[in-house]
């Protein structure tokens, strides 16, 4: 394994109905492990961009493809001691 910090990516993707073009809900996930509700979200690999690492998470996750034009950089947070699994 490789020594930290490790970067990981959450994606909050926003379900639209086909029929009304209305956004009606964000998909999340159940985490494997602590069963936790999460956004679609891991870590970022060796050079991969954090959109590429949203991108290929929810293709992992939940098999759906996120184009890239559809997504933004909302924020960036960078406490060391946000997540207690890894930094």
């Not at 999460?38 to 493809?65: C, L, N, W």
Request: glycine content about 12%.
């Amino acid at each position: 394994t490789s020594e930290g910090p490790y970067t990981a990516t959450d994606l909050l993707t926003f379900y639209m109905n086909p029929e009304t073009g209305n956004i009606d809900g964000l998909i999340i996930i159940t985490r494997k492990g602590d069963g936790k509700r999460a956004p679609i979200g891991g870590f970022t690999q060796y050079f991969e961009t954090a959109v590429g690492s949203g991108i290929r998470e929810a293709k992992e996750e939940v098999e759906i493809d996120v184009p890239v034009e559809s997504t933004a950089l909302v924020g960036v947070y960078d406490d060391p001691n946000r997540d207690p699994r890894q930094h």
